[in-house]
């Protein structure tokens, strides 16, 4: 998981977007916020 949270971090820093991370079964919820982990500045 930690390389999954550091590209996170990299692309909320470098973007200042949202980076998501979760389940692909669970994509549309993850996309809408609602699941998985959510990155933000």
């Known amino acids: 998981m930690g390389p999954k949270v550091e590209a996170a971090r990299r692309f909320v820093s470098d973007?200042?977007?949202?980076?998501?991370?979760?389940?692909?079964?669970?994509?549309?919820?993850?996309i809408a916020g609602l699941a998985g982990t959510q990155v933000t500045r």
């Open 15 to 30: 973007t200042g977007r949202r980076a998501a991370i979760g389940a692909l079964a669970d994509a549309g919820a993850v």
